[in-house]
Each structure stands twice: as C-alpha cells, then as structure tokens.
C-alpha cells in the first residue's frame, strides 16, 4: 500500500504558509498558490505527486490571475488546478468567467470549463456550455454553441473566439445578430465589444427594420455605434424604393450620406420611375432623396423595347419640389400638372428630376440626340436640351438653341425646338438635303415614327423632288410664315405652306445646290450616337 499523509484542518488557510518566497520571478508567475480556504486535505503518494483538497471560498493565485471555487483539488507536482461550484476566474481585473466546472494546467496557462459559462470583460458578456480560455493570451474559444449580449445587442453561433487583448470576439457557423436597429445573418462574423464594430468576412446579409433595407456582402465593417459602415466586394444594398450595387459602398446613416465606387448600379423599384442608374461613382442623400454620378454616367429610362439611355459628365437627381422651393421650373405641357389637379395627393413617386451636364448624349432606337446640358423631370415626362442640341430621328435631323422632348406613357410623343430651329434630312442616294427652317419648330411622333412637323416664324424650305423611281427631278425653295410638313415612314410625303408664300423651282441641273443652303444646315452624322455603347465611347 503506497504511505499517505492526511492532515486536516477546520480553519482558515493563507498561502503565506505555503510559499517561501514573493511570487515576483517568471518562475513563481507560474505557480498556483493557495490564498484562502475554509477547509484542505493533503495526499501524497510514492512518486511524490502531492493532491490538495480545498473546500469552502476556494481562492487560488497564479500571477495576475486569481481563482475563486466552492471546492477545488490542486496538483502540486503538475500545477493543476480542478474546481468545482460557482468557478470564478479573475483575469487581472479586466476578463472575468464564471462557470460551474472547471480545468486549469497552470503550466500552459489553458482553462478549461463547463456548465453555465460567462465571461465578460465589463462591455460584454459572453455565455457558453463549454469555453477553453487561454490565460497567457486572454484566448477564449467555445465549439459548441455561445451567445454574446452587448448592450442591446445578441450575437450567437455554434463556434466563437473571444481575444481578450483586442475585445474582439470572431463567430463562426450559423451566426445571428439581433438588436432592436439590425438584423444580421453570416458564416463568419467579427464584433468588438468595446467599439461595437461589426467585421464581415463572408457572404452576410444584415437587414435594418426600420427603414425595411436590406444589405448582402462579402466583406467590410458597420459601426454600431456611429451607424457608419463600408462594404466591399460587390456588395448589395436593397430598401422598398431602390437597390444600390457597387464594388465598394461607405455609409453613414446618421447623415444619410452613401457613396459607392466601381461599376455603381442604381435601379428605382417604383415603376412609374422605370429607371436605372450606372457610374463609377455614385453620392447620395437619403434625407434629401438626391443623388450625383460621375465618372462615365449612364441613366437607362425603362420603356419597353425602345428604352432611352443618357450619359454626360455629371447626372444629378434630387426631389422636383425641393427643386421649385429654389427656383421656378415651368410646366411646359397644355394640361394643368398633377400637383394642381390632385393636391391633396400626398407623397408623389414621380416627385423627381435629372440634370445632365455637360457632353450630353441620349440614344434610343428611335431618337438619338447630344447636347451640353439637360433636365428631366417624371412629372411631366419632358427632356429639355439646352445649348444648340442636335436631335436625329431616322433619316431627320433637327436642331436649335433649345429643344423640349416630350414623352408620353414612355413613349416618343413630340418635340419642340425654340430659337434656331433647322430640321435637315438627306435625300436618297443622295449628298442633298431637304431643310425645314423657321424660328421655332414641333414635331410630332406615333410609335417612335415621326409623323407631322411645323415651323413658324420666317420660315424656309428647300425641297428635292423625286419621281417613283428615286431619281432626282427637281428642287424648289420657299418661305412662308408657317410650313406644314407631313411624314410616312419618317419621309416627308407632303408639304403645305399658310400666309405669305413665296417659292421657286429649278431643273436639278439649272441651280448652284451651294446657294439654296440654307444657313448652318449640314448633316451632322459624325455627332450622331449609333448605339448604347456608343454614347459611352465618347
């Protein structure tokens, strides 16, 4: 039978009667002393292993790090410590865990405890089955299953690495965090307890209850705190009203400012706008619902087949009537504006406007146009081009110091140019042109096909005539106050003149084509946007 010594002692034990010396060297910083007790058995046995028995407010010491227990058994010769009951580790005072179990090898400085974990390091408090915490490094590591609740908010995952150094807190597998403002789902997620900064690192989506949004991404951080984030990777923010995708997105929802970098796409959900947006460079305003792109633009109207695309250096869209709070922005079409007729409508979605400056190009399968700047408003459905706009409609070209172009349903409706206008068309097979000259002009279209134009005002035409089989057989000029033109298949089928007419006709080869020019008229094909990759080409 291996010889035991048994002592035991029914008072309070100090671990001043245990150490010879100071714990001050990094050898002592290792050992675990016994600072109080209430009760102890010592066994020893042959191979000098020494087992000590603590029961009552167990309260060991090893460095920094100090002990607290209901019952404990120490191993002297391996510095180990196993407790049991209300297991409280004191982590030089910053890291505190709770348990009802646990393991210590003092010599790797690794605990290891069970049921009812918590630890907290006064922001927040973790609670687990299962915990392994590393005293050297202030590593806590739990695999099956945890819970972190941080002010009002509650992280939980099936796996979680708590550093203590940096209160960061990496949870993997299944995660879910809820807090009163978010909502968030991801395989892997980073939360600081101290900054209450939210670190993606895999595919997460976070959802914010309040305004219903909805954001999907890789990687980048929200700040709890500031309510800020920045997101990377081709990220995905999603509301009621828009989606926003970019390379990389910044936010800040206390100012309602966003910005989004590479390859930005913006898309309206409403579909009276039936609008998307795309740039290199999106700013936008929630508070002021406004937005401004740069860096090659595009802005895509939605209207079936025929969809109309519009790129400039700069588009900017904000709210129409936080617009004519500034300055008057007159109704150009006949009948009254919705904002007369139903005033009491409340929220309007088509209360919305488009600046495009400079460099303006628009291109549709059925009208294309440049110009230096334009306006665009949903309300009215109205595209005003100002300084010397060129407007091309199949084999028309029509232009002037400004031009109204009018939508209907999203389709091609009118146009009306104001100051200037020319309209030029080439004839067949030909280097001629038919132009059309007055001092303002309408045109109107059915179908995308132009069916009728006026010019008024000191008005002009130069006219080719050909007979069936295409071929030239006369040209005429004249001038009247008001020109009619009416077109078939985008061709000029008839023409009639009211007040003051006054006109001439020669043999096609009797006339000097140079002189019946009218002034500024030319074909202006090399201007001309032949496709949506055009009008980003330029």
Known sequence: MRP??????????????????????AANSKKLDILFTERYNIERTDSAQQFI?????????????????????????????????????????????????????????????????????????????????????KLGIYLQGGKLVNKKSVLTSQEGYYYGETKDVVFKRKVVLQDPETNMKADTLQYNTATEWVTFSSPTTVYFPKDKRTIRTREGYYDQKLKKGELYK?????????????????????????????????????????????????????????????????????????????????????????LQKKRRVPWVRDALPPSLVKAKAGEDSTDKFFEAYFNVRVFSDSLQAVGDSMFYGLQDSVFRLFKNPVIWAANNQ??????????????????????NALAVSKVEGTDYLNQLKGTSLLANFLDGELQYMRVKGSAENVYYAQDEEKKLVGVSKSTADLIHVFFKDNKAQKVRFENNFVGDSYPIRQVNHESLRLRNAQWNEAMRPKSKFDILAH
Not at 410 to 419: A, G, H, N, Q, T
């Open 4 to 25: 035991l010594l048994l002592l035991l002692f029914c008072f309070p034990f100090w671990a001043r009667a245990q150490s010879a010396a100071p714990d001050t060297g």
């Open 53 to 137: 028995s603590l029961a009552g407010k167990v309260k060991v010491k090893q460095g920094k790090t100090i002990f607290y227990a209901d019952s404990a058994v120490l191993n002297r010769l391996e510095n180990s410590l196993e407790a049991f009951g209300n297991v409280h580790i004191n982590d030089a005072d910053s890291i505190h865990t709770y348990a009802q179990y646990l393991k210590y090898l003092g010599k790797e400085k690794r605990a290891f405890l069970k049921n009812k974990v918590r630890l907290t390091d006064g922001k927040g408090i973790l609670t687990t089955e299962a915990l392994e915490y590393d005293v050297s490094i």
């Open 234 to 322: 081709r990220s995905v923010i999603e509301d009621s009203v828009s989606t926003f995708t970019a390379d990389e997105m910044a936010f800040d929802d206390s100012t309602g400012l966003g910005a989004f970098r590479g390859n930005a796409v913006y898309r309206g959900k409403d579909s009276t706008e039936g609008f998307d947006l795309v740039a290199n460079d999106i700013k936008t305003n929630k508070k002021t619902n406004s937005l401004v792109a740069t860096q090659q633009p595009l802005l895509l109207i939605k209207q079936g087949r025929d969809s109309i695309y519009v790129t400039a250096d700069t588009l900017y869209s904000a709210k129409l009537s936080d």
């Open 398 to 419: 029509i232009n002037g110091d400004t031009v109204y172009l009018f939508l209907r349903n999203k389709k091609m409706e009118s146009l009306k140019v104001f100051e």
